[in-house]
């Protein structure tokens, strides 16, 4: 079983089919997506395996629920990175440090989020259309802050979009390479790499390298102080 006696008690509590989300994600968390089975999540929720089939029909939409709720965490994360700092280029760092430690802290639900996995019995939860709202949610968060920052000024860009493109993918492409273990070498691979990645991209928008850098400085200050708001996702801090 997953977790402490307390834990376990504390996730049997509650609505059921919010229990067997809750499940699957922590099955998901601890043992991977080979253990992503009707019997081993219902067991850990404390439930019936007829109680996956009530509540969401089959495995594969206890799955896409799964996917939904991943997406719904890492808004909050980007909401959170968001409120806590006022300046666009500080938040969008910020955010960066969120989706990197929502990776870290559960790469298996990340990799079903972005349909990256497929080990064990588990394989893309469902099509890029039925998670596309959940997504789409999360990223708007990113998007608001950089057409912020496209309309401050301090950048040559003025389309915000562009530049949410550009940095989703560039901190996704991170993630991926330190998760395959790509940045074992380089010590601690959000000082090494991500950061110094980051600052040059904005460089590239037509910021000044002084201020880029220390708006990461900033952002990198934020998160070691945080409040880490979700560490059922995110058991490692950076």
Request: glycine share 8%.
């Amino acid at each position: 079983m997953v977790g402490s006696p307390d834990e376990k008690s504390a996730l049997q509590r509650g609505p059921v089919r919010e229990r067997l989300v809750e499940a699957a994600i922590e099955v998901l968390r601890v043992h991977g997506p080979g253990e992503m089975k009707v019997r081993r999540i219902s067991e850990e929720a404390g439930a019936s395996t007829i109680a996956v089939y009530h509540h969401f029909g089959d495995l594969q939409r206890l799955l896409i629920e799964v996917v939904n709720r991943g997406f719904s965490m890492l808004r909050a994360e980007l909401l959170d990175a968001a409120a806590s700092n006022v300046e666009p280029e500080v938040q969008l760092f910020s955010m960066a440090l969120c989706v990197r430690g929502m990776a870290r802290g559960n790469p298996h639900l990340y990799d079903m989020m972005f349909g990256l996995s497929t080990r064990g019995t588990y394989r893309a939860a469902a099509p890029a259309t039925v998670t596309r709202k959940p997504f789409s949610d999360a990223y708007e968060v990113l998007a608001r802050a950089c057409q912020d920052l496209a309309s401050s000024g301090r950048i040559d860009e003025e389309d915000g979009e562009l530049i949410a493109a550009q940095l989703w993918s560039l901190v996704h492409g991170f993630v991926s390479l330190e998760a395959a273990g790509h940045f074992d070498d380089h010590g601690d691979a959000v000082v090494a790499v991500l950061a110094p990645m980051a600052v040059t991209h904005m460089v590239g928008f037509g910021e000044d390298r002084t201020y880029a850098a220390h708006s990461a400085s900033t952002a990198l200050e934020w998160w070691k102080h945080r409040d880490h708001k979700f560490d059922r996702i995110g058991s490692e801090e950076i």
